[in-house]
């Protein structure tokens, strides 16, 4: 992003502080010991692209919220196997996995009304359109009068 900005704060998606970005003592946090899906993030002159590689798991794994300029994704996921033999487990298996990634939204720059996520080939992607007055716009020649 561009330092010399007429309004910076326009062009601004994420905060400029990494540790404010990702706040892993409150909003960012697996319960369990997995790891955290990595995001890639990409500003183009219309719109914000998050991407969650999150592979193995439904769309109806996911819960995605927006609150107070918060935008929170979610998942629990409950895995149960058994094996039973005469009534007595020979085997049995469970797992449980979860996790919460939060990221602080610039509620002048996104058009929260027209967000939208899809989840395809194990990637989460949200589509953050930008609102109007923080399009890019192409250049203009002005005349010298």
Do not use: C
Not at 12 to 35: A, K, P, Q, V
Not at 43 to 57: C, L, N
Not at 59 to 88: M, P, Q, Y
């Amino acid at each position: 992003m561009r330092s010399n900005s007429v309004l910076p704060a326009v062009s601004r998606f994420l905060d400029d502080d990494w540790n404010s970005l990702f706040d892993w003592r409150n909003r960012n946090f697996s319960s369990t010991t997995t790891t955290l899906p990595s995001v890639n993030v990409k500003e183009t002159g219309d719109e914000f692209i998050v991407e969650m590689a999150a592979p193995g798991m439904k769309k109806d794994d996911f819960a995605i919220e927006l609150h107070n300029n918060v935008l929170t994704i979610r998942s629990e996921v409950r895995n149960e196997k058994e094996e039973k033999e005469d009534g007595k487990y020979s085997r049995r298996e469970f797992s449980y996995q979860s996790f919460q990634r939060s990221f602080n939204l610039n509620n002048q720059v996104v058009d929260d009304d027209q967000i939208e996520a899809t989840y395809e080939d194990g990637i989460l992607r949200l589509v953050l359109p930008k609102q109007e007055n923080a399009r890019e716009k192409p250049p203009r020649h002005i005349e010298i009068n």
